[in-house]
């Protein structure tokens, strides 16, 4: 046997015999780290990829990628353009986050989400409908927030906040329109949707799926599993929405859009650390074959970093549980991070 190869094995012994007993080791390098991490999350699915990075102004610093250019089915992170676009029209006082808005049938979606039982008429603020669809990822707020601030305002958001092939989500899709197509329609409907140029999809839209009424307690129809996730769904890459996070982080820093930063650490999803992560958040996406998890997290020494991971099967559910503990040694490596050496 070469004498690299007997050192190796050599050393693998010594380090299954310490751990053995308890004793302290020391951590494998951050490479090996980062390969194993990869190994672990591509079996969760069929399609994945995984953004860890730090902010520097409105931009990311990459730490670790893996398929971070690859965009994925989000779901409900999409949200997060739909707050970019509420930022963009506060700060030039087209809105504001006291405003009033009406809840109505029209817009009625299916849960998660409470405003999907609130009455119609009911007065919600802007900054409420925010803290809903962010906290709580509420559909229905969502619809509320797209149909105020116009639908090709927030389609035209993907662009301006970075996305690198915005037309992937062109026609921008309500959540009450996703519900409704994949709870109500054929294959084949949803088949020629996907093929129809922007304007037919529209009208088809318009026809046959927004004269719905969406009843949250009536179950989901024909929706039992992964459906249409390449095509009915929100789409962007881990750096797109990492380009996305950090350009809100930065507006967070302004007179007046303060709440963008309360809003994006409103939800810890189990950082419990308080003391290393003063403010932490996260935005989820989920649908049958669809995963997305996306972090931001500001350390105590005021560095902030972001880890996103997304998911998708097109034949079966992802483990959600399994998605997510998987990515705790993530964090602590960003708990003691300096440089790109700092994780082994």
């Known amino acids: 046997m070469p004498v690299s190869l007997r050192f190796r094995g050599l050393v693998l012994l010594l380090v299954g015999l310490l751990v053995g007993t308890g004793a302290i080791v020391q951590a494998a390098p951050a490479s090996m780290q980062w390969s194993l991490l990869d190994t672990r999350l591509q079996s969760l699915s069929a399609s994945s990829n ?27 992170t999409f949200k997060l353009y739909v707050l970019g676009e509420l930022a963009r029209q506060i700060q030039l006082g ?17 849960p998660s989400g409470d405003y999907a039982y609130a009455p119609a008429g009911t007065m919600v603020s802007l900054r409420q409908l925010a803290e809903a669809m962010i906290w709580q990822s509420d559909n229905t707020a969502t619809d509320h927030l797209i149909n105020r601030l116009g639908r090709e305002n927030v389609q035209q958001a993907f662009q301006a906040y970075g996305h690198g092939n915005p037309s992937l989500n062109a026609p921008l899709l309500l959540t009450k329109e996703m519900f409704g197509i994949k709870m109500s329609q054929s294959s084949e409907w949803m088949s020629t949707w996907q093929a129809a140029p922007e304007d037919v999809q529209l009208q088809m839209l318009a026809e046959t799926i927004d004269p719905m009424r969406i009843n949250p307690t009536g179950g989901w129809g024909r929706w039992n599993g992964p459906t249409a996730i390449d095509g009915i769904e929100w789409f962007a890459s ?9 350009a809100l982080w930065s507006m967070g820093a302004q007179k007046g859009l303060e709440p963008v930063r309360d809003l994006l650490t409103g939800n810890r999803y189990g950082i419990t650390d308080t003391t290393t992560w003063p403010r932490a ?52 490596c960003l708990k003691a991070y300096v440089d790109e050496f700092s994780c082994g």
């Open 94 to 110: 087209q809105a504001s986050w006291d405003e009033q808005v009406a809840l109505t049938d029209e817009l009625r979606s299916m």
């Open 238 to 246: 881990a750096d797109d929405l990492c380009r996305a996070t950090a």
């Open 281 to 332: 958040g996260y935005k989820g996406g989920y649908e049958a074959g669809v995963v997305n998890m996306t972090f931001v997290l500001e350390r105590n020494d005021g560095r902030v970093f972001f880890v996103s991971a997304g998911y998708n099967d097109p034949v079966r559910v992802v483990d959600t549980a399994t998605a997510r503990t998987t990515l705790d040694p993530v964090f602590g």
């Open 50 to 76: 995984l953004l860890v990075a730090e902010f520097r102004g409105n931009s990311c610093q990459t730490i670790h990628g893996r398929n971070q250019d690859q965009p994925l089915a989000i779901a409900s």
